[in-house]
């Protein structure tokens, strides 16, 4: 069975810094484009960001691009996101979400979703 | 990227039938096969219910169907059962290689 197990959330202060990691298992993990998708305390869906299997090609949502970054550890079947000059506007559970569709130029819909990690950005 | 419009919510009976609506542009939804919905009952994570548009996954009620037209893409769901009471999210692949999904529709089964 496909599993996915977010780590790294928490309380941090605006300004700072903090790195999320989703652990992969279940499926060949180099084959499959990931995703980071973000839920606001009683709001929507966000997707944040994306990144192919291989690592070659990223993406980002205008509200967070040049302060986030996505990465992928192949060998270690683990996705990251490394979130600087964290804001309030950043308080969200964080999921990370496996592409379904196997493409290797984009991932298209989120076949397995992991359970999602709470951060949150206060003084 | 501005979000997809859905309702803010639809209701129905049980047994009944219901269609959420999600209208993007030509630039989302109107220009790619790639729509899907999920389903998201409170505290937990999403569930994929339809993808490209209108294939379900292995394991999805037959209850749940999707279709698009032009810039508009929509989720039917015949039969309802109180079960089915959740939030609903569509989600487009756009031009700019990104993804973006609904502003979510809170589904109350009366």
């Known amino acids: 069975d496909v599993q996915l197990l977010e780590s790294g959330g928490g309380l941090v202060q605006p300004g700072g810094s903090l790195r999320l990691s989703c652990a992969a298992s279940?499926?060949?993990?180099?084959?499959?484009?990931m995703n980071w998708v973000r839920q606001a305390p009683g709001k929507g869906l966000e997707w944040v960001s994306l990144?192919?299997?291989?690592?070659?090609?990223?993406e980002y949502a205008d509200s967070v691009k040049g302060r986030f970054t996505i990465s992928r550890e192949n060998s270690k079947n683990t996705l990251y996101l490394q979130m600087n000059s964290l804001g309030a506007e950043d308080t969200a559970v964080y999921f990370c979400a496996k592409d379904g569709s196997g493409s290797d130029v984009s991932p298209y819909y989120f076949d397995h979703w992991g359970q999602g990690i709470p951060v949150t950005v206060s003084s | 990227q501005s979000a997809l419009t859905q309702p803010a919510s639809v209701s129905g009976s049980p047994g009944q039938s219901i269609t959420i609506s999600c209208t993007g542009t030509s630039s989302d939804v109107g220009g790619y096969k790639y729509v899907s919905w999920y389903q998201q009952h409170q505290g937990k994570a999403p569930k994929l219910m339809i993808y490209?548009?209108?294939t379900r996954p292995s394991g999805v009620s037959n209850r749940f169907s999707g279709s698009k037209s032009g810039n508009t893409a929509s989720l039917t769901i015949s039969g309802l059962q109180a079960e089915d009471e959740a939030d609903y999210y569509c989600n487009s692949y756009t031009s700019r290689g990104t993804l973006v999904f609904g502003r979510g529709t809170k589904l109350t089964v009366l």
């Open positions: 990144v192919l299997g291989g690592g070659s090609r990223t």
């Open positions: 490209d548009v209108s």
């Open positions: 279940g499926f060949t993990f180099s084959h499959y484009a």
